[in-house]
């Protein structure tokens, strides 16, 4: 996903919230989908924002900003199964019409006790 | 319902031989993906298709690559001369790709490619 940046890594305590950023190219942009990964598995979907704003689905929270081109995902009360990878992805619309989504490398996060 | 299923799910080759992987997307979807997974990295992006026709080859790493999808459905993915660095883990998603919320993609259990 070469346009799309985020950490390659992050480590974070069980019990604590960690926030997960990503920024994304703006032209042509329609949406931002945040997935899930755990080692050895394919990639599970989290959730996708499409307009400015926060929003929360239980322990996980996705927060967009299209002007900035910025999103983050926050993850409170942490427990250990949540340590895997988190991508994010965009969608953008080409000139011919179609729609692309496009993921970065994903973030690592660990969660230790 | 059934998810989107890969076959094989393994595949041990020799180096130089050709392969090809399978993807059956869910039911319904109209847009399949075929994303390269190597261990420990993110998602890299091959192919698209939108229906039959593929928008987006640019992912494709050389001429060795090609994929076609027919009928709307099943995709077919063939590497021709395998090399070492072929091997990683061969990922298809779909999307049903009827609305803006709707491009949410579905991934299958993936295909291991090792070439010895």
């Known amino acids: 996903g070469q346009n799309i940046d985020q950490p390659t890594e992050m480590t974070a305590t069980e019990g604590a919230i960690v926030q997960i950023n990503c920024t994304y190219q703006t032209s042509g942009f329609n949406g931002l989908f945040w997935y899930q990964q755990h080692a050895g598995e394919a990639p599970t979907f989290l959730s996708y924002n499409v307009l400015d704003g926060l929003e929360e689905k239980g322990r996980f929270s996705s927060f967009l900003s299209r002007s900035k081109g910025y999103s983050y995902l926050l993850l409170k009360e942490l427990q250990m199964k949540d340590s895997a990878s988190y991508l994010c992805a965009d969608r953008i619309g080409d000139s011919g019409g179609y729609q692309k989504v496009t993921f970065g490398t994903g973030t690592k996060l660990q969660v230790i006790p | 319902g059934a998810g989107v299923s890969q076959s094989p799910s393994n595949k041990v080759t020799e180096k130089g031989k050709d392969v090809e992987l399978r993807c059956d997307p869910i039911?319904?979807?109209?847009?399949l993906y075929w994303y390269r997974q190597s261990l420990g990295q993110g998602l890299e992006f091959l192919i698209y298709?939108?229906?039959?026709?593929?928008?987006?080859k640019s992912g494709l790493p050389s001429d060795r690559f090609s994929a076609e999808r027919t009928g709307g459905s099943v995709s077919t993915l063939t590497i021709q001369r395998t090399q070492q660095e072929d091997s990683a883990v061969y990922l298809c998603?779909?999307?049903?790709?009827?609305?803006?919320?709707?491009?949410?993609?579905?991934f299958g259990p993936g295909t291991r490619l090792t070439v010895l």
């Open positions: 298709f939108q229906g039959n026709s593929a928008p987006d």
């Open positions: 039911s319904g979807h109209t847009a």
């Open positions: 998603a779909s999307s049903v790709r009827a609305g803006p919320s709707t491009d949410t993609q579905y």
